[in-house]
């Protein structure tokens, strides 16, 4: 499938429980960044990479709210609202790009919204997105898409750093180039541990996993797995199932800019406090 065709699955299944001061009332993916929702970025990113369908897959407790985006990115919604304000007429958001939005459903986990995503779409070869990190520049997804090999499950990653190793998965690469491989992930290490990997590695070798990535139909069924074999009530995790798929087969890795978190317990730089 050619990069620019390619479906994306947008999720957003999570409660933003780091945040619940406030998320209780409003999804964190709507918490505005540089002037409008952080939603409306990824969908913006996504368009730009090209592809023509997506689907965004939300936790059933904001199904009222996202009847909002439903009308709101419509054209017709798009064009009244133009001229109700006595606006010129402008190019409406993600033009271009065929966006449904479904209630997740199933266990509770990242995992989830993908596979949701999947069935929703029909497809094996996707993009995956998380909508509650954002990119303002629009153009992650179009990068990591276009130095990939589209048979190849791929991820985006931004530089190492200990502080924010806490917040991310270290994924230690091999190989050398503008594209590695993964060879393992160390899922939000403490202070402590991420120096001690830093030292092991050497810090050229580590990187911080974003919310981007590629998928396969090969790493689609490797999800599917590990859904069904993740004990009890356990969550079963999209980077740890990424991780343990890198263990046997090729996972990409690019390295980008580091996105902007929406759920971040304390204000980011680049986002405006709700």
């Known amino acids: 499938m050619k990069n620019s065709a390619i479906p994306v699955v947008i999720a957003a299944g999570g409660l933003g429980t780091r945040v619940a001061g406030w998320s209780q009332m409003l999804p964190k993916e709507f918490r505005p960044v540089e002037g409008q929702p952080g939603l409306l970025h990824v969908l913006e990113e996504v368009a730009t990479g090209g592809a023509k369908r997506a689907v965004v897959v939300h936790h059933p407790y904001y199904a009222k709210f996202y009847a909002w985006p439903c009308h709101a990115l419509s054209p017709d919604a798009h064009h009244h609202y133009q001229q109700a304000a006595g606006q010129a007429a402008r190019r409406r958001p993600a033009a271009g790009l065929n966006v449904d939005f479904i209630g997740q459903h199933g266990r509770y986990a990242d995992i989830t919204s993908v596979l949701n995503g999947?069935?929703?779409l029909r497809v094996e070869h996707l993009a995956f997105a998380?909508?509650?990190?954002?990119?303002?520049?629009?153009?992650?997804?179009?990068?990591?898409?276009a130095v990939t090999d589209p048979d190849l499950p791929a991820v985006l990653t931004a530089p190492f750093d200990v502080a924010g190793a806490g917040c991310h998965g270290v994924v230690v690469c091999s190989g050398s180039g503008a594209v590695r491989t993964m060879s393992t992930l160390i899922e939000k290490p403490g202070p402590e541990a991420a120096a001690r990997l830093a030292n092991a590695y050497g810090s050229d070798n580590l990187r911080l996993l974003?919310?981007?990535?590629?998928v396969t139909p090969m790493l689609l069924r490797h999800f599917a797995a590990a859904s069904r074999m993740a004990p009890g009530h356990a969550e079963p995790k999209l980077a740890l199932a990424i991780a343990d798929y890198a263990r046997h087969q090729v996972v990409q890795?690019?390295?980008?800019?580091?996105?902007?978190?929406?759920?971040?317990?304390?204000?980011s730089a680049a986002a405006e406090v709700v």
């Open 210 to 214: 974003q919310e981007r990535g590629r």
């Open 130 to 145: 998380f909508a509650d990190n954002v990119d303002p520049t629009h153009t992650a997804l179009a990068d990591l898409l």
């Open 253 to 267: 890795v690019v390295t980008g800019a580091p996105l902007v978190d929406l759920g971040a317990p304390e204000p």
């Open 118 to 120: 999947a069935d929703h």
